[in-house]
């Protein structure tokens, strides 16, 4: 029996928006045609060749829920994880718009805070705000606030950092714990009491992506580990050249907040949300270099590229030997995480 086309409902699901298999199938089915070229590689950010230099472009919409949690809120979210985008391309962030969609009813001091969030993100980014726009919608319609950001780099590498460029004997460093956005989300959603309590790891990327390239350390890619978390960056990773990424769990960095966060509700910290993490896949002579910059603020080295099958896969080794594959999910642990 044909499995049923999960695009032929007519409405959208939570699990369209969630970083899973279910959100793939929407982009290569409905979205790829936006494209002048279908088939092109999908990145967090547009190369571009213009006469001023060559520049990075991306956008990105925040919906989170709630708009105020431990370690930040929608403004921040909205600034740094623009700029993050373009770090991932390796550009520099330059400048962002700014779009707002405010809900009639929204606490004026509330939106004081967010627009204070909003100038304090930007100047640790080093980004201008250079134009926005603001709409508001019926009470009911918005839940508070919704945001818009796009932002425009300056490229720092001549060779474009993509899936594309990976090749087997590459190796896999992570900047540091994985699952803290996700859970700082459930916490503040539900209203746990974490003791001590757990902030998002919103932080800026350009920092550390600039140090490595000072270092010579040769980047054949970046990915952040926002929506589906790592998980679903390795997949993402995996399939354009049927690559079997290979992970040692034993090396994954989780802090122990999230282990017993995610032990006691069933969450696996692979699939959650980060913020201030990203995934740098460099070849075996430049790893050393590569730990030397990340290590300080928890970076890590968690596996290798090897020869896969056609579409790809990830394959953890677990500490007692054994080896399992790791599956996409159809949606999204936690929706409205960013």
């Known amino acids: 029996m044909a499995e049923p086309d999960p695009l032929a409902t007519p409405r959208i699901q939570l699990a369209h928006g969630g970083g899973g298999t279910l959100m793939q199938q ?20 547009a190369r571009l060749s213009l006469p001023h230099g060559r520049l990075a472009f991306t956008t990105d919409s925040y919906v989170v829920h709630p708009l105020e949690f431990e370690g930040g809120d929608i403004g921040s979210l909205a600034v740094t994880g623009t700029a993050n985008d373009l770090a991932m ?24 805070r967010i627009v204070s ?37 300056l490229l720092q590498v001549d060779d ?19 699952g803290r956005h996700g859970v700082a989300i459930l916490a503040a959603r539900h209203g746990l009491d974490l003791q001590p309590p757990l902030a998002s790891d919103c932080m800026p990327l350009w920092p550390a992506v ?14 952040d580990l926002t929506r589906g978390g790592l998980a679903s960056a390795l997949q993402e990773l995996a399939a354009p050249n049927s690559l079997e990424l290979q992970i040692e769990e034993a090396c994954l960095p989780v802090a122990e907040p999230v282990r017993r ?8 910290p692979l699939h959650l949300a980060n913020e201030g993490r990203f995934l740098a896949v460099v070849p075996e002579a430049d790893q050393e270099r590569a730990l030397a910059v ?8 968690i596996g290798r590229v090897a020869p896969g099958p056609p579409r790809g896969r990830v394959l953890l080794r677990t500490p007692f030997g054994s080896e399992r594959v790791l599956i996409p999910l159809s949606g999204e642990l936690l929706p409205r995480i960013c």
């Open 261 to 268: 966060t995610c032990e006691l509700l069933g969450f696996d």
């Open 210 to 223: 600039e140090a490595l390239l000072a270092a010579g350390v040769r980047l054949h890619c970046l990915r």
């Open 117 to 153: 969030s909003l100038v304090e993100a930007a100047r640790r980014c080093g980004v201008s705000i250079v134009t926005g726009d603001t709409k508001v919608v019926e009470r009911g319609k918005g839940d508070g606030a919704f945001l818009n950001t796009s932002g425009i780099g």
């Open 160 to 178: 474009p950092m993509d899936p594309l460029a990976i090749v087997p004997g590459d190796q896999l460093v992570v900047s540091g714990d994985l």
């Open 294 to 301: 990340l290590a300080p603020a928890g970076g890590t080295w």
């Open 89 to 112: 391309a390796g550009a520099r962030p330059l400048v962002l718009s700014l779009g707002l969609i405010l809900e009639e009813g929204l606490e004026i001091a509330l939106l004081r």
């Open 26 to 45: 929407l982009i290569d089915g409905e979205l790829r045609r936006l494209y002048a070229d279908p088939h092109q590689v999908l990145h967090d950010a």
